[in-house]
């Protein structure tokens, strides 16, 4: 399908926020149009405001307010007495053509900072933890976490004939499937704090002071190399060629 004097399409951002303060670090690829070839930036009225990345997976600090959600669904036991509660946070989009619900998508698609974005990935994460003194020790004996993470994600509102429907049913199981991987790199991040926190031993601590300065080091060091894991795998997959980059050109132009 020839689209000329098609509008610009965003670049696409892979974006994490810290587990700590601050902003959000951000990490961008190459702008493209529907047919392939490169192209600026968006300005306001473009199917993407300036600045706007396609999908954003924002992996939040420990408490991340969460809005409320329709779907529900529980994943597989992560450990032996806790389970992750995922669920879908959806968003209405609409169209009859792929270039249609493609702006509808930037028109709607969820907002992180200045940015519209296809879909995102936050998390909530509590714990129950408990310290004991053991002699002259600090001791962490329990910490349970409490996991829920939120996919929001568009849903498309208008009735679709074929081949239409196939091309929305690749495009938003492609999505889906992306942000379920992040979904994944969560969980693999708390199983790895919850393994390396229970048993944790600080010596000379019998007030239970120090040992939450040296958790919190660690912690910090597991948050960034999640960070890390994420952006690195949202550069391969939003790069030109990549699996988010060509389920949007098959979606907008299946050529």
């Not at 951002?13 to 070839?37: D, I």
């Not at 994943?75 to 509660?85: I, L, S």
């Not at 053509?97 to 028109?107: H, K, Q």
């Not at 952006?231 to 060509?246: L, P």
């Amino acid at each position: 399908m020839s689209m000329p004097n098609s509008p610009p399409h965003p670049t696409f951002q892979a974006t994490v926020s810290p587990s700590g303060r601050g902003r959000n670090s951000a990490t961008a690829a190459r702008p493209f149009s529907p047919t392939g070839r490169r192209c600026r930036q968006a300005d306001e009225g473009g199917i993407f405001p300036r600045a706007a990345g396609l999908l954003r997976s924002s992996i939040g600090r420990l408490s991340v307010p969460l809005l409320a959600a329709s779907l529900f669904f529980a994943t597989g036991a992560m450990a032996q007495d806790w389970q992750a509660v995922e669920r879908v946070e959806p968003y209405s989009v609409q169209g009859t053509t792929g270039l249609d619900i493609y702006r509808s998508i930037g028109e709607r698609g969820p907002k992180l900072g200045v940015a519209r974005v296809i879909a995102h990935t936050g998390f909530k994460l509590t714990w129950t933890r408990k310290y004991e003194r053991q002699g002259n020790a600090c001791v962490i004996t329990v910490n349970k976490p409490k996991l829920i993470i939120t996919y929001t994600l568009p849903q498309l509102k208008t009735k679709l004939s074929e081949p239409m429907k196939s091309r929305w049913d690749t495009f938003i199981a492609g999505v889906t499937a992306h942000e379920k991987i992040h979904g994944d790199f969560i969980k693999d991040m708390v199983k790895e704090i919850e393994a390396m926190s229970v048993g944790m031993r600080v010596e000379d601590d019998p007030a239970c002071k120090k040992i939450r300065p040296a958790l919190q080091a660690r912690l910090g060091e597991l948050s960034q190399a999640q960070r890390a894991r994420s952006r690195d795998f949202d550069k391969v997959e939003m790069s030109e060629g990549g699996n988010v980059h060509q389920l949007i050109l098959q979606f907008v132009d299946p050529r």
